[in-house]
Each structure stands twice: as C-alpha cells, then as structure tokens.
C-alpha cells in the first residue's frame, strides 16, 4: 500500500475517523443514487424504444406517399408546393425549458407550431401529397419527444457514468485508504502506548534500584 | 336562221351548250382541287413524320380527284356530240338547254361526292399512318363515295346521248 | 389564296381546316406513344438503368441521349421538344399558346412565392411558358404588372392582395390557379376546348373538396380552394362536404363523375383513400381526350395529342421514380393511366 503519511495523533484518529464515517454515507448515498439514476435510465429506454419504433413507421409511411407523389408530379410542380418560406414568423417553433431529474438537467421541447402543413393550391398538385405531409406532421410531435427522450438518455448516461466512478473511488481507493490510516494510527498510537509504559516501567525500576 | 337567233331567258342554244360544259368541268374541278387540297394536306404531315408511306398515300390522296376528270370528259364529249367548235353550227335554245340539263348530274354530284370523298380519304389518310397495313380497307371505304360520281357521271353521258344530234 | 381556299371549304363544310398537316403528323406520331403493354414491360423493369434502354428502345429521343440519372432533366427537355413540335405544325399559335398558358401560372406562383417568402425559385420554373421566366420574375419583384399580359398581371394582383391580407403561403396558389382556370375557360375558342375546361374545372374541384374532405376542412376552406365551376355548381360541391363520403356517389349521380367518386372510394382503407384520384381523374381526361379519334381539320388532334404526350411523361416519370427507389412492379402498375395509344 501506499506511503501513509498522516500525524500520529489522536487528533488525527479522531479526523480520520469522521471521514471514514463520512465517506461510508456519502458511498451508500451516491450507491443509491447510482441505482435510481439506472433505474430512470432503463425507464427511458423502454419508452423510446416503443416511441422509435411508432416514429419510424410514421416516417416510413411518409416517406412512401412522399415518394409516390414526387412520381405523381412534376418536379417543378412539386417544389412549388413545397415553397412555404420555412419559417419567416417570430420566435421559434419550440420552446425548450430545463427540468430537472436526479439533479440533472433535461430539456423539455414543446411544439408551437400549429400551422397547416398543407400550404399549397389543391387544384394542381397531387392527393399524395396530402398524405405524406399529414404523415410527416402526424410524426413531428413523437419525433420531438424521442430527441427529448434521447437526450435525457445522453444526460442520465454521462450521469450515471460520474457517479459509478465516485462510487469506486470511495469503495476501492479513499475508504480503504482511510481505513488503513486509521488501523496504523491506532497501531502507532499502540505502539507509543506501549513503549511509554515500557519506558515508564524502566524508570520504575530504575528509581526503585536507587532508592 | 329564225331558230338560230331565238333565245331561252335570254341566252341561245350555243351558249346554253357552253355553259352545260363549263359547269360539268367547272364545279367537278373546284371539288376536286379542294378534296385533294384537304387531304393532301393531311398527307404532308403524315409524310413529315413517315415518309415510307407514300406510295400508299397517293392513292388516297388522289382518288378525289377523278371527279375533275370525269367532268373534263363529259365537257368533251359536249363539244364532240354537238360540234360546238365546228365553225358556223346552230344550235336550237332547245337541244343547247337539255345539253345544260344533262350537264348537272356530274356536275353537281362530282362537286358534293369529291368534297365529302375529301374527308372520307383524309380519315382514311389518318388511318393508314397508324395502320399501314389497312391502306386497302381506306381505298374501298374511298371508292364507295366514288360510286356515286360515277353514276353521276353516266347519267350525265347517257342523257347526252338521249339528246338527237344536229 | 390559300387562306382563301380554306375559308371556302370551312365554311362549306362547317370544320376549321388548317390543322389538316398537324392532324396527319400527329396520327403518325401517335403510334409512336408507349402503349399499355410497354408501359407494362417498363414496370417489370429490373433497375432504372433497363428502364432507360426498354424508353430508348421504344423510341423515346431522350432516353438516347442522357442516362438515367438525368431523367428529369431529359422529361423537362421532351417537354420543350413536344412544344417545339407543336408549334411547328399549327397554322396558328392560339391553341398551342393556350395550353402552354398553364406553365406561365405556374411561374407566376412560384415567383410570388419566391419573392414574398424569400425561397429558391430556380427548380420550380418550367421552361416552356408562353412568357419569359425573367419577365415574370422582373414583374413580381418590382410589382410593376404592366409588363406581363393582362391576366397574369391581374393574377398576380390578386394574389399579393390576398396574402397581404391572410399572410398564408397558400393564398397564392389558390388565386393564380382560381385566375387561371378563369382565363382558360374565358379564352377556350373551340367547343372542344371548351368542354375540356369544363372538364378540368370539375376534376379539380371535385378533387379539391375530396381532399378537403379528407382533411377535414370546413366550407370557408372549401370555398377559397375551388376554381371557377365547370358544371358541377360550387354550391352543390359545398354541400357534398356536409355529407358523409357514402353519400357522395348518390348525390352526384347525374354527372359523370359519380363512377369516379365510387371508385376513390371503394379502395378506401382510411377516411378517404387518396391514391387513386390522380389516376382516375387523368383516365378520365384521357377518355375525353381520346374522342378526338375522328376529328380532321381542327385543333382537337393536336391538343390532345399534346397532352396525352404529357401524361406520357408523367408515366415515365412514375416508372423512374418507382425504380430509383425499388416500388415493386405492381404497384407500379396500379399507379400508371390507361394508355392514350
């Protein structure tokens, strides 16, 4: 083990004791936290995968009317169906504030868009469009929640990675640590006991010799 | 001589002939020069695109035409029958109006069908550019219409030949 | 003299001569359209690449002169061609002007859009209007109208009006088309254009209110979409929008649409099944289209043939597109029209 270099001093025990104690709590606390930031984590993996699966679909579908009315139009037709501007009004479309889960922070989207995805002439453009773009649509608010999802995933992961190592470093390098600190105090300190009794029964002798 | 100068509505059995043959010739040629113009117009654009097809296209294109003709020779035949371009013949008004009359079968009959026989070959034209192989079902369907000015045109000449000769 | 001539058999026999040569071309290069069996080979195609040669082979010019990958620049190039060829062959430009006045509309919507709503034009211009694209494009951005013909300045007018008033990108696709079907009707010489307008005029609004329908869109909408009506009267469309889809069949009975509602219908798996309008609705244009058969002198050959010539394009284009991206053969064929050859 490492040099050990702390005062052989009960002062010291005393110190090094309270840290023990306090480095037990804190491993048993983080232990915990550990385990709930986990237990969030598998939470959220079971509801993004049935949410990526939904999205998927959606946009898989969406994706096909999409294509079927590219076949159905022009493509100069098309694009002119497809010029909205984007988005030329103020502010975004989402809003995102933070929440907090376990200490960590998660955004929160939400959608505030509720414009028509259908900003175009009906007379001269195909009905498939109609049903790519309510697919598309019908997906963009599952589609947020999943990057929201993901990216609390992101967050509790790294989370959970900081404190798996704090709770090694507690349990496998200060604890130990101190716990040795401690076993050689009390054994210093023992072994300064006894040579001072040794010493003091010398000095008995001695003085009983003499007188 | 007293004959020779009398006249009906005014005009004398010399003119009466004439005019039986300009209208024999006249209106057939005008309906043919028009049907021909018509289909073969038609004719060229198919020919633009396929000019393979023009041996069967001639036919069809010049199949009303031969309503012309057939006025060409039944005015002939007037100036033969009645020696109209012998110097010093006499015709009665008489003999010079039933000329006239015999006249007007071909020449009405040849202006109608060649018209109507325009637009049967130009249809026929059209078919053939997208069968060429039915060119010969065109042409019968063509020489149906032709029927009529042939039978416009005998009508025509046995009614010339009824008329006594000078 | 010649015209002449014309005038005299014309009116002898009450037909407009003078698009005879058009006529006998274009019987001849009406052989020359993909037939349904073709376009049925074409969609057993195994990759867009034999697609592109089975086009090369049927005679289609420009499936020899690029590759596949150009298809669509080779479609817009076919286009300019066949209105080229159009021009070439009609003794007067009216028709073939009217019908390439559909592009100038669509050019004006798109520049109205690209200058109010600051987009790319560059991909959505076609190239074959009646009027310069930069004409357009000139007039829209400085707003000076007097520049463009009468009735794209005041469709382009209107359409300004409309979106300063509702700000909504739509606004400017329902007016033009509203103002263009509107002059198409207006400026139809012949019966048979006359009866086309109709035509389109009812597919179209038939179509905007199954759509709207589908949406679930209430009158107000409906009302903004339709284009002048053809014979079904916009009150009765904006009626139909109160009734069930069911019903939709019985209550337009005595037009001759009811077969096409039915039929959008019947395939329904959703609230209305959209797939096939497109579809029917060109099959029922092209019915139309092929009654033309008989005529000789006037414009009708011509007109349709262009125009079957443009669905023929638009086949094509569903055959690349299916094969780009690996649509399986049959539902490619469920997706092509009946063919005009």
Known sequence: MAEVRVNVTRMELLRQKKRLAMAQRGHRLLKQKRDELMHRFMELVEESRGLRERVEEALASGFRSFLLARAEMAKEGLYEALMTGGDSREGSLLAVRMDSVMNVQVPRFALQDSREPYAYGFATTSAELDRALAAFAGALPELIKLAEIEKAMELLAEEIETTRRRVNALEQILIPQLEQNIRFIYMALDEMERSSRAQLLRIKDIIRGVA | MTESLATWWGLPGLAWAFLGSAVAYGLTGIGSALAIAGVARVSNGVLSEDPGKFGQLIVLTALPGTQGFYGFVTAFLILGFFKLLTPGTVLEPRVGFQIFLASLPIAVVGLVSALYQGKVCAAGVSMVAKQPGEAGKAITLGVLVETYAVLGFIASILLLVAIPKP | ??????????????????????????????????????????????????????????????????????????????????????????????????????????????????????????????????????????????????????????????????????????????????????????????????????????????????????????????????????????????????????????????????????????????????????????????????????????????????????????????????????LPPEELKERLRTSYA
């Open chain 3, 1 to 326: 003299m010649n015209e002449m001539v014309e005038l005299e058999y014309a009116e002898g026999l009450t037909e407009d001569s003078g698009y005879a040569f058009a006529t006998g071309s274009i019987r001849v290069l009406e052989t020359r359209l993909l037939t349904g069996a073709q376009l049925a080979r074409l969609a057993e195609a195994a990759d867009p690449a034999e697609a592109w040669r089975l086009l090369a082979e049927a005679g289609l010019a420009m499936a020899a002169e690029t590759g596949w990958q150009e298809y669509e620049a080779a479609l817009a190039q076919e286009l300019e061609r066949l209105y080229q060829y159009a021009r070439s062959v009609s003794p007067k430009p009216e028709v073939v002007a009217w019908l390439k006045k559909r592009y100038d509309f669509h050019n004006l919507k798109v520049f109205l859009k690209a200058h109010f709503l600051e987009e790319d034009p560059r991909e959505a211009v076609f190239g074959v209007g009646e009027v310069p694209a930069e004409l357009i494009a000139q007039a829209v951005k400085t707003a000076v109208w007097s520049a463009l013909p009468e009735e794209l300045a005041r469709a382009g007018e209107a359409a300004v009006a409309e979106y300063e008033r509702t700000k909504a990108a739509q606004a400017f696709d329902f007016v033009v088309d509203r103002e263009m079907f509107a002059h198409l009707r207006e400026t139809a010489r012949q019966p048979f254009l006359r009866g086309l307008v109709e035509l389109w005029c009812d597919l179209a609004n038939l179509k905007s209110a199954l759509r709207a329908k589908g949406l679930g869109k209430d009158r107000a909408f409906l009302a903004r979409a339709l284009v002048p009506p053809g014979s079904i009267p916009h009150d009765r469309l904006l009626e139909l929008l109160e009734f069930p889809l069911e019903e939709w069949p019985e209550s337009l009975k005595y037009t001759p649409y009811a077969r096409l509602i039915a039929a959008v219908r019947a395939e329904a798996g959703r609230p209305v099944d959209l797939g096939q309008l497109d579809r029917l609705s060109d099959n029922f244009v092209l019915a139309r289209l092929r009654a033309t058969r008989f005529s000789l002198y006037g414009p009708e050959p011509l007109v349709a043939y262009i125009l079957a010539k443009e669905m023929e394009l638009k086949a094509v284009r569903i055959i690349m597109v299916g094969k780009i991206n690996g």
